[in-house]
C-alpha cells in the first residue's frame, strides 16, 4: 500500500475506523509514530502525509504532518478501444490495466458482443481507487461506451486494430488501439478498417481478448 484514500485526508486530524483501521492496525500492524500517505479523491495530485499519534481499540488517530503537490501517473497516454466481453473478466484484467498506466478505456459494443453485457462503471471505479493505492498512481484511469464500432471509429478514424492478417507490431507507441472481442470481430466490421492500420502479434498463438489487451499495453508502455 503506497498510500489512501480518505475524504477528510488534508485536515489536521484524521481519525479512522472500520476497514482502514482493520487494514491499517491489524493486517500492516502499523503503530504510534508511524508515517502514512493519504490521498483525497476531490483533489488527488496532492499527497498528505500523517503520523499516527494513538491507537485505540476501534480507532487510529492521526496529524498532518506535511503536503505536496505530488502527481504518479504514465508517462504515455495509452487509449484502448475495447469490444465488450463479460464484465468479470473486464474487472479481473483492469487492475493490471491500470498498474501498466493505461490511460483509458473505450468500451464498444461490436458485433459479436453480448449485448446483456453491461460493465458496472462504479464498481470499475473501486477496482482502480484500490489499484491506485497499491500501485501509487495518483490519476484515475477514464472510461466511455459506444453502442457500436462504426461510432467509435468516426471519433477515432486512425484507430490501430489488432487483428489476424495485419502488419506485425514490433512495439511501436500508438495512442488509440482497437481490440475485439472473444471471436473476433466480423466482416461485416473488418470492411470499416484501414488496412494500413491493421496490426497483428508476431505469434501463431490465438490470444482471449483481455491478454491481448495486456499484451499490447505492456508492450506500447512498458
Known amino acids: 500500500m503506497v498510500f489512501l484514500y480518505n475524504e477528510d485526508a488534508g485536515k489536521e ?24 500517505h493519504f490521498r483525497n ?6 499527497l498528505y502525509t500523517y503520523i499516527i499519534s494513538d491507537i485505540t481499540q476501534r480507532e487510529l488517530f492521526l496529524h498532518l504532518q506535511s503536503k505536496e503537490i505530488l502527481e504518479v501517473k504514465p508517462l504515455r497516454e ?59 498512481r495518483s490519476s484515475f484511469m477514464e472510461f466511455s461506451t459506444y453502442k457500436d464500432l462504426p461510432s467509435f471509429l468516426n471519433d477515432y478514424p486512425d484507430v ?9 507490431y514490433h512495439g511501436e507507441f500508438y495512442n488509440d488501439v482497437l481490440i475485439g472481442c472473444e471471436g473476433g470481430f466480423s ?4 470492411v470499416l ?8 502479434f508476431q505469434t501463431p498463438l490465438v490470444l482471449k481478448s483481455e491478454s491481448a489487451a495486456l499484451g499490447i499495453a505492456a508492450k506500447i508502455l512498458l
Open 160 to 168: 490501430k486494430v489488432f487483428d489476424f492478417g495485419g502488419k506485425t
Open 78 to 136: 495509452l487509449h484502448i478501444g475495447w469490444c465488450v466481453i463479460d464484465p468479470k473478466t473486464i474487472e479481473k484484467a483492469l487492475p493490471s490495466l491500470n498498474e501498466i498506466g493505461v490511460a483509458k478505456i473505450s468500451f464498444i459494443y461490436c458485433k459479436r458482443s453480448q449485448k446483456n453485457f453491461k460493465p458496472d462503471m462504479a464498481r470499475l471505479h473501486r477496482i482502480l481507487r484500490a489499484s491506485n493505492q497499491q500501485c501509487g
Open 13 to 36: 486530524l484524521l481519525k479512522l475506523r472500520g476497514e482502514d483501521y482493520k487494514y491499517l492496525v491489524k493486517v500492516r500492524r502499523h503503530k504510534t509514530g508511524d508515517l502514512l
Open 193 to 200: 478498417f484501414n488496412k494500413e492500420n491493421i496490426l497483428s
Open 187 to 190: 466482416e461485416e466490421e473488418r
Open 41 to 46: 479523491e476531490n483533489e488527488p495530485e496532492i
